[in-house]
C-alpha cells in the first residue's frame, strides 16, 4: 500500500514578503530534486512551496520531509509541531540539520545529516519497511554521477522560473561568512556533462540557471560545458567568482552558449573589508577591468554585496552606490552581514559576546540585523543598507548604471523594475523589525 509523503520547501512570510515582487525568483530545486529519489509505487508524492502554495496541514500524510535553511528554522519548527500533533512523521534535512543537528533532532522524528544522494533513498526504503532510524548521516563523498532528474512537473505553475539545474557542487574558496564548507563534503566534483545536457533539454522554458555555488569551479570542465549547451540556443543565468571573469575564452563561450547575467560575490569595494573575511581572491583595483571585460561579452552583473563588516564606517552606503553607478553594476543582491552556525565569523562574534540573539529568524540578511556592528549601531546599519538599496533601484541610479552597462537593457530594466517594486511596500525603519 503506498504511503502518502508531503515535500515542503518552506518560506517564511516575512521574507516570502520581501521577495514577492521581484521577477527573477528562481525554484529552490533541493525538493523537486529529492523527489526524483522516490518510488512511486510507494508513495504518493506531494510538493508544496511556500513561495506560492499553502501547506495543507489538513491532509492525512504518513510522512512529511522539511529542507532548512538557518534563517526559515524556527517557521519550521512550527510547521513540523502542527504536523507531529497530528500523529504525522517528520523528516528534517538541509544546511540547518546538518550545522545543529542536535537542535533540530528536538523537532522531528528523523534527521538528515550532509549530502542527501546516499542516505536520502536508504531512509524512503527503510520508512516505508516500518524499519527507519532516528539519524541519517552522511559518512562518504556522494558522486554526482548518474543524478536524477528534478521531478519539476511537481512544481506548481512557475513556468518562467522552475529551470533550475546542477552541474556541480561546492566552491575552491573559504570565506570566512560562507557555511559551504560546514555543509558539504570535500571536494569541490563535477557532474558529468553529458547528464547536466540531457536534463538541461527537459526544460521547457527557455530560461534556467545554474544552481552551482560556483559555476567556474573548474574552468576546463565548464568550458567543455559551454561548448555543448550552445546548442541548445537556451538562456541563463550562473553565480560564478569575479577572478575567474579573467578569461576572455571562458567569457566568450558563455555568451555564446546563451548566458545572460552572472552572479557574483563582489562583497565589498574595501579591500581591508575582503581580506577580514578571507575574500582575497577580489582585488578591487581590478573590478573595473573586469566587469568591463563581462559587459563587452554581451553579459550582466548581478553583484552580490554585503554590508556590515567589522571594517565598515557609516560612509559604506554612499561609497558603495557611488561605485555601483560608475563601474555600471548591472543589478545587487544586497544583504546585511550575517553570522551563520559554525562559520568563523559566527565563532568571532560569538567569542566577543556580539550576537544578539538565538532567534534563527533574525539571521536571514534582509530584514533583521543579528548582531553589534563595530564601527556603526544597528538601526545604522540597517537604515544605511535599506538606504542603499532604495537609491541602487531608484530611476536616477538605473538610469546611470544601465547608461554605463548597455548590455541586455530590455531584461536588464525588468529586473531593476522588479526590485524597485518589490522595495516600495517594504519597511525602511529599524523598529520595525524589533
Known amino acids: 500500500m503506498k504511503k502518502k509523503i508531503l515535500l515542503i520547501t518552506p518560506e517564511n512570510e516575512e521574507i516570502n514578503r520581501f521577495r514577492k515582487s521581484q521577477f527573477n525568483n528562481f525554484i529552490q530545486i533541493t525538493m523537486p530534486y529529492l523527489a526524483a529519489f522516490i518510488d512511486e509505487n510507494k508513495y504518493e508524492i506531494t510538493l508544496v512551496d511556500e513561495y506560492n502554495q499553502r501547506i495543507p496541514f489538513e491532509e492525512k500524510f504518513q510522512l512529511v520531509a522539511i529542507t532548512i535553511n ?49 542516505i536520502w533513498p536508504e531512509f524512503l526504503e527503510d520508512f516505508y519497511e516500518g524499519k527507519a532510524k532516528s539519524e541519517y ?34 566552491c575552491p574558496y573559504k570565506c570566512s561568512y560562507c557555511n559551504l564548507k560546514q555543509i558539504y563534503c570535500e571536494p569541490f566534483r563535477t557532474r558529468p556533462i553529458t547528464e547536466v545536457i540531457s536534463e538541461i533539454r527537459t526544460m521547457k522554458s527557455k530560461f534556467f540557471v545554474f544552481w552551482d555555488d560556483n559555476f567556474f569551479g573548474d574552468i576546463d570542465s565548464t568550458k567543455e560545458l559551454l561548448m555543448e549547451l550552445k ?9 560564478v567568482t569575479l577572478e575567474r571573469c579573467k578569461d576572455e575564452e571562458l567569457l566568450k563561450l558563455a555568451k555564446e552558449a546563451g548566458c545572460v547575467y552572472f552572479f557574483v560575490g563582489i562583497e565589498s569595494f574595501s579591500q581591508e573589508s575582503l581580506g577580514s573575511v578571507n575574500k582575497g581572491i577580489n582585488d578591487v583595483n581590478k573590478y573595473k577591468s573586469i566587469i568591463d571585460k563581462i559587459h563587452s561579452n554581451g553579459i550582466c552583473v548581478q553583484a552580490g ?3 556590515g563588516f567589522d571594517t565598515d564606517k557609516k560612509d559604506v552606503f554612499k561609497k558603495t552606490l557611488d561605485a555601483c553607478n560608475e563601474l555600471g553594476i548591472d543589478g545587487a543582491t544586497v544583504s546585511i552581514l550575517t553570522p551563520l552556525p559554525k562559520t568563523p565569523v559566527y565563532s568571532q562574534l560569538k567569542e566577543e559576546n556580539r550576537l544578539i540573539t538565538g532567534d534563527w529568524s533574525h539571521y536571514n540578511g534582509k530584514t533583521r540585523v543579528a548582531f553589534v556592528p563595530k564601527n556603526m549601531s544597528r538601526e545604522e546599519l540597517f537604515e544605511g543598507y535599506m538606504w542603499f538599496r532604495r537609491e541602487f533601484y531608484s530611476l536616477k541610479s538605473i538610469y546611470k548604471r544601465m547608461r554605463k552597462s548597455k548590455t541586455n537593457i530590455i531584461y536588464n530594466l ?18 520595525y523589525y524589533e
Open 414 to 431: 525588468i529586473v531593476n523594475w522588479g526590485y524597485k517594486i518589490s522595495l516600495s511596500g517594504t519597511k525602511s525603519k529599524f523598529e
Open 305 to 307: 554585496i554585503i554590508f
Open 231 to 239: 546548442k541548445l540556443k537556451k538562456k541563463w543565468a550562473a553565480q
Open 70 to 118: 538557518t534563517s526559515n528554522a524556527t517557521h519550521c519548527y512550527d510547521i513540523s509541531k502542527k504536523f507531529r500533533d497530528r500523529n504525522t512523521k517528520v523528516v528534517m534535512g538541509g544546511p540547518h540539520a546538518t550545522l545543529l543537528p542536535e537542535e533540530v533532532k528536538e523537532h522531528c522524528d528523523y534527521i538528515m545529516v550532509g549530502e542527501g544522494e546516499i
Open 137 to 170: 548521516i552522511c559518512k562518504e563523498v556522494p558522486n554526482l554521477k548518474n543524478m536524477p532528474i528534478a521531478r519539476r512537473d511537481l512544481i506548481h505553475k512557475r513556468y518562467f522560473t522552475k529551470g533550475a539545474v546542477i552541474s556541480s557542487r561546492g
